[in-house]
């Protein structure tokens, strides 16, 4: 027997995902309540806008869908024309050799024109295939390009992320937009032609055949906004699980899953979450199953009828025998064709909706965009003035940068010093222009970097963020970041060199052409410290005049960490450098020492003098040496 006082407690099973939806205020679903005269209203814009983008990208591969369409059209018209004047040969009087002689030439004509269509369809699949990559790469360019172009506080707007990973899924349904229009407008020149001939032949059975192939176009709709609506309920459940996807199958966080024990509870939660996806998703089977079993039923229903009125024409000798003949073969092409049409719109409406999100967002990174002047900044800079900024972060209501001033001079050492939260980054971003100040001003020179170009204002600084990007590009790349001074290496060295990184890198199996990521085949991986290293490299590479390092030493070795402080001071005389660090030793080399929290700086001057002055510096700097 176990005292119950002494069994340990059960542990809590494993949290389950948490849950997740689309629902920003900005987000809303587009087919909600989307009826059937919605979709046709809407299909003219969607083709032209579809032709639009095929002639942008390949106007001869356009021009040829075109013709192909227009020749399937007439290829369709004259095989029922024809067939009709085959029928009245056959069904006439005579013997079997006479008639079918008389009907050889129509069916020689029918013949042609039946393989005239065929021809123009393998043609169309052959445009499709030269326009469709060329789309689809031209609106995931488009996206990262939107991507990339936005200011940086767009990042942190509600819904930008959703709106973001919506439009994702919208470049992946483009290369289904041309397919989608071609076999739109083959059916609906067909339809036409089909019908054109069933008027001639008799005008009641056209309306007829309408009504015949209406339901299976509200049944298409129905089953659209079924779809899209599971997918709208899914987005932001796939958009976390592909991030965990990606986190937890990257070989740089392998041994934090394993060491921690998250092994079983990452399998755990990837399971959960894709069955709440599944759940939603089986949860639109019967329904999508019922819309489209009372739409055959009554589809086939009102087809009945067609048939029922073309008989009674026979039967009542309204239209003749051959005629007849002729109108059942064009009835059943018709039927196929208007099918045909109604699917294939709803299919070309259901991807418009996802190209719409791409679109939405497309506009939304145009308003998001800088909207700065054009004013070039200089190539050497004296001087930095700050006045009074103050930014917010988006949705925060303290803000992260309290009104402060500041003033930089070509030559100076800036050393950012404080808690976490206090500021100092965000302080570094203003400096850098990455951010502009919702009040105040950040100034090069006296001009506001409101009024300057971005691209102007970027190209004289230099950064090394606290989160640096490994790029998955070569090792030369990671050093100029695909911007090289020269054509030759001898800078790229300098730089290596300077930051104790040559023996490094002349061990990579390729030297300067090593692809650094190790995921992908014949590519090599750094260790932190390394890392860093090679990102500190990069700002001594650009030579600019402004020299910003967020705690540019925080993983490597005390050899390492003082190889860079000895380039930080040999670069001092001819830029302007910010330090950003909680290493408070290395606060020595700096002219200045800002001291800041809570967004304000709250003292300043040299280390010696703030050591000596009782305030929080000193109180950081005690508590540092007790640890």
């Given at each position: 027997m176990t005292d119950a006082s002494t069994t340990p407690p059960k542990t809590p099973p494993p949290p389950p995902p948490a849950s997740l939806t689309y629902g920003s205020k900005f987000a809303e679903n587009p087919l909600e309540g989307a009826r059937f005269g919605a979709m046709a209203r809407r299909l003219p814009s969607v083709l032209a806008h579809t032709a639009r983008k095929a002639w942008e990208v390949d106007k001869q591969a356009a021009v040829l869908l075109l013709a192909c369409q227009i020749f399937t059209g007439i290829a369709a018209a004259v095989?029922?024309?024809?067939?009709?004047?085959?029928?009245?040969?056959?069904?006439?009087?005579?013997?079997?050799?006479?008639?079918?002689?008389?009907?050889?030439?129509?069916?020689?004509?029918?013949?042609?024109?039946?393989?005239?269509?065929?021809?123009?369809?393998?043609?169309?699949?052959?445009?499709?295939?030269?326009?469709?990559?060329?789309?689809?790469?031209?609106?995931?360019?488009?996206?990262?390009?939107?991507?990339?172009?936005?200011?940086?506080?767009?990042?942190?707007?509600?819904?930008?992320?959703?709106?973001?990973?919506?439009?994702?899924?919208?470049?992946?349904?483009?290369?289904?937009?041309?397919?989608?229009?071609?076999?739109?407008?083959?059916?609906?020149?067909?339809?036409?032609?089909?019908?054109?001939?069933?008027?001639?032949?008799?005008?009641?059975?056209?309306?007829?055949?309408?009504?015949?192939?209406?339901?299976?176009?509200?049944?298409?709709?129905?089953?659209?906004?079924?779809?899209?609506?599971?997918?709208?309920?899914?987005?932001?459940?796939?958009?976390?699980?592909?991030?965990?996807?990606?986190?937890?199958?990257?070989?740089?966080?392998?041994?934090?899953?394993?060491?921690?024990?998250?092994?079983?509870?990452?399998?755990?939660?990837?399971?959960?979450?894709?069955?709440?996806?599944?759940?939603?998703?089986?949860?639109?089977?019967?329904?999508?199953?019922?819309?489209?079993?009372?739409?055959?039923?009554?589809?086939?229903?009102?087809?009945?009828?067609?048939?029922?009125?073309?008989?009674?024409?026979?039967?009542?000798?309204?239209?003749?025998?051959?005629?007849?003949?002729?109108?059942?073969?064009?009835?059943?092409?018709?039927?196929?064709?208007?099918?045909?049409?109604?699917?294939?719109?709803?299919?070309?409406?259901?991807?418009?909706?996802?190209?719409?999100?791409?679109?939405?967002?497309?506009?939304?990174?145009?308003?998001?965009?800088?909207?700065?002047?054009?004013?070039?900044?200089?190539?050497?800079?004296?001087?930095?003035?700050?006045?009074?900024?103050v930014y917010h972060y988006p949705g925060k209501e303290e803000p992260a940068v309290a009104g402060v001033s500041l003033t930089l001079r070509r030559g100076e050492i800036l050393a950012l010093v404080g808690e976490n939260g206090s500021g100092k980054s965000t302080l570094a971003r203003l400096i850098t222009g990455i951010v502009l100040p919702d009040k105040g001003a950040v100034q090069f020179d006296g001009i506001n970097l409101a009024d300057a170009a971005p691209s102007s204002v970027w190209s004289r600084t230099s950064l090394v963020p606290q989160n640096f990007a490994c790029w998955p590009l070569r090792a030369r790349e990671n050093v100029t970041l695909g911007q090289p001074r020269t054509h030759d290496d001898g800078p790229v060295w300098k730089a290596i060199d300077a930051v104790g990184m040559r023996e490094e890198v002349e061990k990579l199996p390729q030297g300067l052409d090593t692809l650094l990521a190790r995921e992908l085949f014949g590519g090599a991986e750094l260790s932190g410290g390394q890392w860093q290293r090679l990102v500190c490299s990069r700002a001594l590479y650009r030579q600019t005049p402004i020299v910003i390092l967020d705690e540019p030493t925080s993983q490597m070795d005390a050899r390492g960490e003082h190889a860079i402080f000895q380039q930080i001071k040999q670069i001092a005389p001819h830029c302007m450098t910010v330090v950003v660090t909680h290493q408070l030793e290395n606060t020595r080399l700096a002219d200045r020492i800002l001291v800041m929290d809570k967004g304000r700086v709250i003292e300043q001057g040299t280390y010696d003098e703030l050591v000596h002055a009782g305030g929080q510096f000193a109180d950081l700097v005690a508590l540092a040496k007790d640890r």
């Amino acid at each position: 027997m176990t005292d119950a006082s002494t069994t340990p407690p059960k542990t809590p099973p494993p949290p389950p995902p948490a849950s997740l939806t689309y629902g920003s205020k900005f987000a809303e679903n587009p087919l909600e309540g989307a009826r059937f005269g919605a979709m046709a209203r809407r299909l003219p814009s969607v083709l032209a806008h579809t032709a639009r983008k095929a002639w942008e990208v390949d106007k001869q591969a356009a021009v040829l869908l075109l013709a192909c369409q227009i020749f399937t059209g007439i290829a369709a018209a004259v095989v029922l024309a024809t067939t009709a004047r085959a029928m009245t040969h056959i069904l006439g009087g005579g013997t079997v050799s006479e008639r079918l002689h008389g009907a050889l030439p129509a069916l020689v004509v029918v013949t042609l024109a039946a393989g005239v269509g065929r021809m123009c369809s393998l043609l169309s699949s052959y445009t499709d295939g030269r326009i469709t990559p060329l789309l689809t790469t031209d609106a995931d360019v488009a996206l990262v390009a939107a991507v990339l172009r936005v200011e940086s506080s767009a990042y942190g707007r509600d819904g930008f992320a959703d709106q973001q990973e919506a439009a994702e899924i919208g470049v992946t349904r483009t290369r289904l937009m041309v397919q989608d229009a071609q076999r739109f407008t083959a059916a609906l020149v067909r339809m036409v032609a089909a019908g054109g001939v069933i008027t001639v032949l008799h005008p009641l059975l056209l309306p007829v055949l309408l009504l015949a192939v209406l339901p299976a176009g509200v049944g298409a709709v129905l089953s659209a906004r079924v779809d899209y609506r599971t997918h709208f309920l899914n987005l932001g459940d796939r958009n976390v699980r592909a991030m965990m996807r990606s986190w937890s199958t990257h070989a740089r966080f392998g041994d934090e899953v394993r060491a921690n024990s998250m092994t079983d509870y990452q399998i755990y939660w990837y399971r959960a979450l894709s069955e709440r996806i599944d759940q939603r998703t089986l949860k639109a089977v019967p329904q999508m199953l019922r819309i489209q079993t009372a739409s055959s039923a009554l589809g086939g229903f009102f087809l009945m009828c067609t048939w029922a009125t073309l008989a009674g024409l026979a039967i009542t000798g309204r239209i003749a025998l051959p005629i007849a003949a002729t109108a059942v073969v064009a009835v059943q092409t018709a039927v196929a064709a208007l099918t045909q049409v109604v699917i294939q719109g709803a299919a070309l409406f259901h991807t418009s909706l996802y190209l719409v999100d791409m679109r939405a967002f497309l506009d939304l990174a145009d308003e998001l965009a800088p909207k700065r002047g054009a004013l070039t900044i200089p190539e050497r800079i004296e001087e930095i003035r700050i006045d009074e900024a103050v930014y917010h972060y988006p949705g925060k209501e303290e803000p992260a940068v309290a009104g402060v001033s500041l003033t930089l001079r070509r030559g100076e050492i800036l050393a950012l010093v404080g808690e976490n939260g206090s500021g100092k980054s965000t302080l570094a971003r203003l400096i850098t222009g990455i951010v502009l100040p919702d009040k105040g001003a950040v100034q090069f020179d006296g001009i506001n970097l409101a009024d300057a170009a971005p691209s102007s204002v970027w190209s004289r600084t230099s950064l090394v963020p606290q989160n640096f990007a490994c790029w998955p590009l070569r090792a030369r790349e990671n050093v100029t970041l695909g911007q090289p001074r020269t054509h030759d290496d001898g800078p790229v060295w300098k730089a290596i060199d300077a930051v104790g990184m040559r023996e490094e890198v002349e061990k990579l199996p390729q030297g300067l052409d090593t692809l650094l990521a190790r995921e992908l085949f014949g590519g090599a991986e750094l260790s932190g410290g390394q890392w860093q290293r090679l990102v500190c490299s990069r700002a001594l590479y650009r030579q600019t005049p402004i020299v910003i390092l967020d705690e540019p030493t925080s993983q490597m070795d005390a050899r390492g960490e003082h190889a860079i402080f000895q380039q930080i001071k040999q670069i001092a005389p001819h830029c302007m450098t910010v330090v950003v660090t909680h290493q408070l030793e290395n606060t020595r080399l700096a002219d200045r020492i800002l001291v800041m929290d809570k967004g304000r700086v709250i003292e300043q001057g040299t280390y010696d003098e703030l050591v000596h002055a009782g305030g929080q510096f000193a109180d950081l700097v005690a508590l540092a040496k007790d640890r």
